[in-house]
């Protein structure tokens, strides 16, 4: 197969990271194509963990090549600070990641901008990361962005940034909080830009020139697909599609190019900051979930929400991307749980219902839970399917019966070899 596409299948945090990275060893090109410094995405090598923000997570294979696609908002200060310490550690991408001139840029305005917006909200917060993501994505949106390609042109540069620091400054201030310096900002930017310039270039070319020459292409998304703007849960979602079609227009590949889809789904469920959570588990068995799995945002540092696997959600989010096969992350986590939690339907007004809601309902749904019995035991020796457990075995069957898609790959820790493959 030459082009694979990864999606997420949850809110977020499945793991994409890791699946990425050790599926990578065969792959030509590696697309990172939508979202920006808000994901993060966790890569162990040995007894190193590196946390990629902008980075495709593919790009530790030293023989990979690797695209900012065009659907990424980028924070050119966050990936030179990436750049420089996966140098520090070995890892050196010059010539080998590439940047498309179609990509907007994030930079410190939207960020004070996002902190604005979501003070101004308060109750209502949506639970941002604040890293400037929406106000860029709403920039774009407004056709006021200034783009990747504009880091070739450093006097056009420096007259777009003040321009838009201005304009962003005149909002500030009708909201009451503190202004931006938009000379520094633009001072800041044109140093940035004297060392990414060079990875600036026409990537939607070079994707597809890729494929046609038969080269083994893996496009990355970020976030989940529980959090795209479209078919997550609005308006707790994150600004871009994270659904495969969001993937497509952000490296700018047309659908019949697809080969494989592969979902990324956890053994249970989290998510970080607002927004409905049908499965979430406020007792003891929620917190050793988030114990044992060091559920802790990446980006963030915030405590993840966490609770049982909603096959609901999952069904949806198969569906709705044309997933043909998942990746199942953190089994390990579930072991010394006395009782496997499954969800197979919400209670909505009075009945039951299998299908994901929109709107508010699904704030009102109501888990009903099939249960399956614990098990104990360390699973990061497990190397073969059989090894596993066999109520793991049993919960991944019922997943796949479903979901109707085949549970292909399952891992049993963050190293790379703790990977079992069917």
Known sequence: MTVTALIGLQWGDEGKGKIVDATSDAVDVVVRAQGGANAGHTVKVGETSRVLHLVPSGMLYPDTTGVIGNGVVLDPA????????????????????????????????????????????????????????????????????????????PGLLRARVCEEAASKNRLLASLGTSLVDGEAIADEAVACAARLAPM???????????????????????????????????????SSNCHLGGLLAGCGIPPRAVDRVVGVAKAYCTRVGSGPFPTEDHGEAGQELRDKGHEYGSTTGRPRRCGWLDLVALRWAVRTNGVDEISLTKADVLSGQSVIRVCTGYRLNGEETH????????????????????????????RSYDDLPETLRDVIAFTEDTCKASVTLVSTGPERAQTIRR
């Not at 030179?80 to 990641?97: I, P, Q, V």
């Open 355 to 382: 299908t994901f809601p929109g709107g508010g309902d699904v704030e009102r749904a109501e888990p009903v839970y099939r249960d399956f019995p614990g098990f104990d035991g360390e699973l990061s020796e497990a």
């Open 200 to 238: 600036v270039r026409d990537t939607v070319t070079l994707v597809n020139d890729a494929i046609d020459a038969d080269q083994r292409v893996l496009i990355e998304g970020a976030q989940g697909a529980l959090l795209d703007l479209d078919l997550g849960t609005y308006p707790f979602v994150t």
């Open 78 to 153: 966050q990936l030179l600070t990436e750049l420089d310490a996966l140098a520090a550690s070995g890892h050196d991408l010059e010539g080998r990641l590439w940047i498309s001139d179609r990509a907007h840029l994030v930079l410190p305005y939207h960020k004070r901008m996002d902190e604005a917006l979501e003070l101004l909200r308060g109750q209502s917060a949506l639970g941002t990361t604040k890293r400037g993501i929406g106000p860029a994505y709403m920039d774009k949106a407004g056709r006021t962005g200034i783009r990747a390609g504009e880091l070739r042109d």
